[in-house]
């Protein structure tokens, strides 16, 4: 059974490689803009459209697994600060608060003509953080532009008081849900070659 990941991510491929699944990197060739609003139709047009994009690549049958995240509070989306200034405010405005990490997936199985849409949510709640640790924070942080304001595995892990939902989905996919998924469409473990 051929997979296909539609990112060129190393956060989601290291989830994929950490489960010994044999997979292959197809990029989507789509610019990643939605007009919705609503953080989960966001994701999950983003990552339809990612998924879209690669099967129009394919000539064979494959299964293609396509995601997109969003950081939000409440309904506001948090995109990759363009500055540290951004990356500063963003990292301001969640201090002390719960922020929600929202991954949309898109599985098309090309040999049984199907296509599923889901989300998953995953809450991070922050500790109180004064200016001069947001500002150490971003200064210091390597990453800090590469992803929505924070990254878990970096200097943010600090200021993080609890995580709710599963922790993988922090890094772009949800490896639960995507293989709920494959069960739901007739698969099992041993349909997928290892590595």
Known sequence: ????????SKQRQDIFNMTG??????????????NEVDP???????SRNKAESVKEQLNENAIIIAADEVICLDNKI????KSREEAFNNMKEISGKTVRAITGITIIDMYQ????????????????MTDDEIKWYVDNEERILNNCGFTILGKG?????????DYNNLFGISITTVY???LKLGYKLEDFELK
């Open 113 to 128: 003509d199907k296509q599923v849409t889901v989300s998953d949510t995953t809450e991070v709640l922050f500790n109180e």
């Open 157 to 165: 892990a600090i200021f993080i008081k609890e995580i709710k939902g």
């Open 180 to 182: 709920q998924e494959l």
């Open 78 to 81: 948090y995109e990759k600060p």
């Open 40 to 46: 989960v139709k966001y994701v999950k047009e983003l």
């Open 21 to 34: 699944f044999k997979y292959e990197v197809v990029t989507s060739l789509v610019d990643e803009e939605s």
């Open 1 to 8: 059974m051929r997979l296909v990941l539609a990112s060129t």
